[in-house]
């Protein structure tokens, strides 16, 4: 079973651009499903960004044309590509595997089995 392990979150100003990270150790996550969740106090977690096992692509509407998620060729990799951000994108950003077969885009917590342990995205 794969484990994950997000890194690169940190304070920014509003309108820089952070990249987070999410390394998969235990298996590659080929032909999984993957997602991007973040969670702020008070609020259910949610989705922002997922790919399918096709890499099929969706996002949030509030990060469309400003995220971008993105695996490394050796499927080990996920990464979230913020830019432009804003002070509503603060949250601890956690990612989220589902195993093949996978090829529908999952964007409700529920349908993930495996999680990272977040990391915090301040923008201010």
């Known amino acids: 079973q794969v484990q994950l392990v997000e890194s690169g979150g940190g304070s920014v100003q509003a309108g820089r651009s952070l990249t987070i990270s999410c390394t998969a150790s235990g298996d590659t996550w080929r032909n999984y499903c993957m997602g991007w969740f973040r969670q702020t106090p008070g609020k259910e977690r949610e989705a922002v960004a997922a790919v399918d096992g096709r890499g099929d692509t969706w996002y949030l509407d509030s990060v469309k044309d400003r995220f971008t998620i993105a695996q490394d060729n050796a499927k080990t990799t996920l990464t979230l590509h913020m830019n432009n951000l804003e002070s509503e994108d603060t949250g601890i950003y956690y990612c989220?595997?589902?195993?093949?077969?996978?090829?529908?885009?999952?964007?409700?917590?529920?349908?993930?089995?495996?999680w990272g342990q977040g990391t915090q995205v301040t923008v201010s």
């Open positions: 989220a595997a589902e195993p093949p077969p996978c090829d529908v885009l999952l964007v409700i917590p529920i349908m993930y089995k495996t």
